[in-house]
């Protein structure tokens, strides 16, 4: 099992819809991290979180809206998704981000397909 | 833009061969990382280097980072068929905080 929780783990949604992703670590990590994985691609970074502050945002569309509520919870918003968003969504933590050798903990995601 | 170059792609081997995998940049990391990833998984860290020339071993599987910390290397020996899956080396760039940024990855099968 992983330290990482995220949910949920299946999503269906259409153009129109809001949805959100949730994700959830209790190991004191005080950075998140949101990834996203298509089929037969390594995990892409979108937004980074560090002391519960945004610290790295790639360039990725307003349709995705991140958010951290608190040190062991993190959130994805999603509005007016294409199908091409149709992906897994990957969560991870680590320690920190000023250290270089703080490994990432992911969640086992939520593979979102959007109709 | 920093850029890690995994090879091979795929994989197909018999279980009891050897088998290595590639990771190349011409940039410098603070550390490498290896993941393994099984479908309808996230990607479960098996180690860590962080040292110039840095030779790790985890049972049959061996790790080295690179003298120059741009490189390294995950050797398999006698593969078997539960070391399928995805192998994806992650680098750690420094922009003012470290980001993890990953190799395109090595989808291994080894067939019994």
């Known amino acids: 099992d992983t330290e990482v929780t995220q949910t949920p783990k299946h999503l269906v949604m259409g153009m129109t819809n809001k949805k959100s992703l949730k994700c959830e670590q209790h190991?004191?990590?005080?950075?998140m991290y949101w990834y996203k994985q298509k089929a037969k691609k390594p995990p892409e970074l979108m937004f980074v979180?560090?002391?519960?502050?945004?610290?790295i945002n790639e360039s990725v569309p307003s349709r995705f809206s991140p958010e951290c509520p608190n040190s062991s919870l993190l959130n994805l918003h999603l509005h007016a998704l294409q199908p091409e968003d149709s992906a897994l969504y990957l969560c991870?933590?680590?320690?920190?981000?000023?250290?270089?050798?703080?490994?990432?903990?992911f969640g086992n995601g939520t593979r979102l397909t959007v109709t | 833009t920093q850029l890690l170059e995994q090879s091979p792609q795929f994989l197909s081997i018999q279980e009891g061969e050897n088998l290595t995998v590639y990771c190349n940049s011409s940039?410098?990391?603070?550390?490498l990382q290896w993941y393994r990833q099984e479908p309808g998984e996230g990607p479960v860290l098996l180690v860590t280097?962080?040292?110039?020339?840095e030779v790790k071993k985890l049972k049959r599987l061996t790790f080295q980072f690179g003298d120059a910390r741009k490189d390294s290397s995950l050797h398999i020996t006698a593969a078997q068929t539960g070391d399928t899956g995805l192998y994806l080396c992650?680098?750690?760039?420094?922009?003012?905080?470290?980001?993890?940024?990953f190799g395109a990855g090595t989808r291994l099968f080894v067939k019994a």
């Open positions: 991870a933590s680590s320690q920190g981000r000023s250290r270089g050798n703080s490994p990432l903990h």
């Open positions: 190991m004191g990590h005080r950075a």
């Open positions: 979180y560090s002391y519960e502050k945004l610290s």
């Open positions: 940039s410098v990391f603070s550390s």
């Open positions: 280097v962080v040292t110039g020339g």
């Open positions: 992650a680098g750690a760039i420094n922009t003012g905080g470290f980001k993890t940024i």
